[in-house]
């Protein structure tokens, strides 16, 4: 919105063409999020204590979670609604790679939206049906893959790309509908699953980002992609963008979801959020790295995936409680501990990640 004012005032007064520059807007993006962030926040907040929409916590997790209940959930509203009022002012609106990160976003986040108001206002513990939060998300998931598959410009933007290999381009076809979806609806889920201790979620979301945020810009860019050997994706440095407004937004968020927590982001947030990175990594063809990068919400997934497959399959648990954090939380580690040590761990897989842009 405001690339498209600044582009029309630039044929009055030059010193407007500084709002094309790419690096320019992601800053301003990130820095709008982050206010809109720090500024709803305690209305929000305060909003949420007055309908007492607060955290139901179960009495079979770690102990120290039971002082947590009552605390205001669902503040993942906050942070969608910063990443899409920034998305709107600086993004390119004609870009059409920006319109499906955001309404794939929105659409995760509208499904997490219902969850948690079914389970905190309705007070139904079951909150949207797993069937149907399944369904909707698929729904969402293959729509996305469907327009990314039709609209695609070159071949190499349906390709699988291996990092380390700098000539390995598998051409996926009609698969690369089943990957897409794969990616963006499992990426929803397991950030979700991440999202169970005081900030644990959110600082590795906004690590990723950054990350897949580099990807862009260099994907979008011809002498950089070519340069690092990357696929040169027409259109996507945009969505470095929106991955700033992703980081602004979560720090934003953090300042109050910080241990101890004032408010919790919910599944109106998590899954949001993780469709959001499974959907630009879909696009800068990345989704390896995303995989790499996001390590943190793989483990966490796994551990679940363990854990019910050994339950039924031998009656036994891997783990003393999955997913993976509240296993530490039993062995006697602080969460404030676990938190930190997770994030430390992103921090080294992002420059992993960050690190196959130049070992290929």
């Known amino acids: 919105m405001l690339l498209f004012l600044a582009e029309v005032l630039a044929n009055y007064q030059s010193a407007f063409n500084v709002f094309g520059y790419l690096t320019l807007r992601m800053i301003l993006a990130t820095i709008t999020a982050l206010v809109l962030c720090l500024w709803f926040g305690p209305l929000m907040i305060r909003r949420l204590v ?25 503040g993942g509203a906050m942070i969608l609604m910063a990443m899409a009022v920034s998305t709107l ?24 939206w219902v969850d948690d108001y079914r389970k905190v206002v309705e007070k139904n513990p079951r909150g949207l049906p797993a069937r149907w939060k399944y369904f909707w998300q698929s729904v969402i998931g293959l729509a996305a893959a469907v327009v990314l598959y039709v609209t695609a410009a070159s071949p190499v933007e349906t ?29 929803s889920n397991a950030v979700n699953l991440t999202d169970g201790l005081d900030g644990l979620a959110i600082m590795p979301t906004v690590m990723v980002a950054m990350g897949l ?10 002498v950089f992609s070519s340069y690092l050997q990357i696929p040169m994706i027409p259109g996507a440095g945009e969505l470095a963008v929106f991955c700033a407004t992703i980081s602004g937004a979560g720090l934003g968020f953090l300042w109050f979801n910080t241990y101890p927590a004032q408010v919790f982001m919910g599944d109106v947030g998590a899954l949001a959020l993780g469709a959001a990175l499974g959907v630009v ?14 390590g943190v919400f793989v483990m966490e997934t796994v551990s679940v995936i363990l854990q019910v497959g050994s339950y039924k399959l031998t009656g036994r648990r891997i783990f003393r409680m999955a ?38």
Do not use: C
């Open 159 to 187: 390709s699988l790309i291996l990092p380390l290999f700098k000539d390995f381009v598998l051409p996926l076809g009609l698969f690369y509908i089943l990957l897409t979806y794969l990616v963006i609806v499992g990426a």
């Open 50 to 74: 007055e309908r007492q929409i607060g955290q139901a916590v179960r009495d079979d997790g770690p102990q120290s979670h039971l002082s947590k209940a009552g605390t205001p959930t669902m």
């Open 323 to 360: 997913p993976l954090h509240h296993h530490f939380e039993l062995k006697g580690w602080p969460e404030p501990r676990v938190i930190v040590r997770f994030w430390i761990i992103t921090v080294v897989l992002v420059l992993l990640g960050l690190a196959t842009l130049k070992i290929r």
């Open 213 to 222: 945020g580099v990807f862009a810009y260099a994907s979008g860019n011809a």
């Open 281 to 294: 990594a879909v696009i800068v063809r990345q989704e390896v790295v995303l995989f790499i990068m996001g």
């Open 89 to 112: 002012l600086w993004g390119d609106l004609t870009n059409h790679y920006v319109w499906v990160v955001l309404l794939v976003t929105l659409g995760f986040g509208a499904i997490g």
